[in-house]
């Protein structure tokens, strides 16, 4: 039996190593399209669709414009700006947080953490899927250390 476990972990692993990392810049520039499905305590689910159009800024940065269809709700945009901060890792902006944005990327995945207005603090995980053209998106949203709102959904590039 561990003689079968190993083995099934030594191809995961080989799998997982011959397969890029994930690219943000490059999986983000142009266009993308993600639906979601947003959970917030005490309220019914809703769907949360982002389309978003991303490319280098004048800076020297990258910029991402999102157009936000949250449920009932009117549409709104938001921007993020982003710069490289060493290997693996960007900070940046963006204008639903109240301070700065941390990017690590990890293999085929990144971590996103920011804090919103009302100290909602925001952990969203990306994970590149074997197609190179989707990524699955979570969503978590703590306050006071407690879980507040979640997303779920997929990331399609478009372009």
């Known amino acids: 039996m561990m003689l079968a476990t190993a083995a099934a972990m030594a191809v995961a692993a080989t799998a997982a190593a011959s397969e890029p990392p994930l690219d943000m810049m490059a ?3 142009g266009r993308t399209h993600a639906e979601n499905v947003l959970k917030i305590i005490l309220k019914k689910p809703a769907p949360l669709i982002v389309d978003s159009v991303g490319g ?3 800076r020297g ?5 999102d157009t936000i269809h949250e449920g009932d709700k009117p549409v709104r945009t938001r921007k993020w700006i982003m710069k490289a901060a060493g290997p693996n890792r960007y900070v940046g902006t963006l204008s639903d947080a109240v301070g700065p944005v941390d990017v690590v990327i990890a293999g085929r995945g990144a971590t996103i953490r920011y804090t919103m207005k009302g100290g909602l ?3 969203q995980l990306i ?3 074997a197609d190179g053209r989707t990524l699955a998106n979570s969503v978590v949203v703590k306050k006071f250390g407690m879980k507040f709102a979640s997303v779920d959904g997929k990331i399609r590039k478009v372009d």
């Open 127 to 129: 994970l590149l899927q």
């Open 56 to 58: 280098k800024g004048d």
């Open 27 to 29: 999986f983000f520039t």
């Open 61 to 65: 940065d990258f910029v991402l414009i």
């Open 121 to 123: 603090n925001v952990t």
